[in-house]
């Protein structure tokens, strides 16, 4: 093989990807401060998989990481994409709300605590419905509580994607930070493709919906607010710039008039495609990031 | 669903280390493995696929025949193959020995 033709820059990074969510959450921390809370040998289960005939994981599929980034204290939130698409149920749901309560008390005592979200995740577990939707309401207020005191960043790089309830989340996060293998929408293609037709959304057209919940189109028009290669040091690097900034002067949920007004100027008479808005809104005046 | 428990009374090496590999994806498991409290080895499987103890038994069986630690293993299994399972095992083990 030709080695001279390959991209020094591709074969010599640390892909992000690749690493399963507990390595990503460890890699994001300083050296050595990093501990895992509720680990896997605590073994707390969720009683809801087995009952339908599905082997549980000893962590829920959420991992949790306390320790120190960039010298200020952070906890991370990794879900597990490959276990349940990386779903919210009940124990997962319960273990992520508590880390941020954890961050806000730390913080609110005088010892901001940001937290860093890395969303690879469907949504709410289907076969913990109800548990899974009412563990999402308590995720954004807690998020919501923190995000007074300290910063909460989401990543989102990949491949699952963020989608359903936890798109929530990252809705609420100060920053996101997007890989452009990333994707990022409320609802995902297949489900808007079964419940409003193939016409609408064809869920196998793969250019089609990297060009509208893709991490490039997200941040192009400024729904999200970095995008990185898939590069675990870069991506540390941009965590650690996000905790130093700290809380944002507004955050993008606040900007509701805003994005509301966006919204109402669009000419709906014919089909705007994603790079005429992606144009159309990162030119807009008053966009705030 | 089954559930699946085996004990290896002449496994009776010490081990005093712990390590966790794998995620229940499909076609893979995790692996749990920590020093035995009763020094001997147990393991026990949840896995998703009903039927198939005998290849558990014989997958388990062939692992102690060489590794022989007094461990704890729990497995969660989503339909891994026999190969799959002794690697992930043989993964949990370096790691505990290293």
Known sequence: MNMTNLSPEFLNRRSFIELDARARAQCLFDQGTSTELVGPFDRIESPWLPRQGIAPQSDDGCIIFKGKIGGSPAVAIAFEGAFQGGSVGEVSGAKMTAALDLAARDSEAGKPTSAVLLLETGGVRLQEANLGLAAVAEIVSSALALRRHAPVITIVAGTVGCFGGMSLAAGVSSYTIMTREGRLGLNGAEVIEQESGVDEFDASDRALIWAIHGGEQRVGMGLADSLVEDDADEIAATVRGYVRAGVPAKHRSEQVEFYRKRIAAIDTSSQIDPATLRQKWSNSKGRVR | ?98
């Open chain 2, 1 to 98: 669903m089954e559930h699946i428990e085996l004990s290896y009374p002449e496994a009776k090496r010490l081990i005093t280390r712990r390590a966790h590999v794998g995620v229940v994806g499909s076609g893979d498991l995790e692996v749990l493995l920590e020093p035995s409290r009763d020094g001997v080895a147990h393991v026990t499987v949840t896995t998703s696929v009903d039927g198939f103890g005998d290849a558990w038994k014989a997958v388990l069986d062939r692992f102690f025949s060489k590794f022989g630690g007094a461990v704890r293993i729990h497995i969660n299994d989503a339909g891994a193959t026999p190969g799959n399972v002794l690697l992930r095992l043989e993964q949990a083990a370096e790691a505990v020995e290293q």
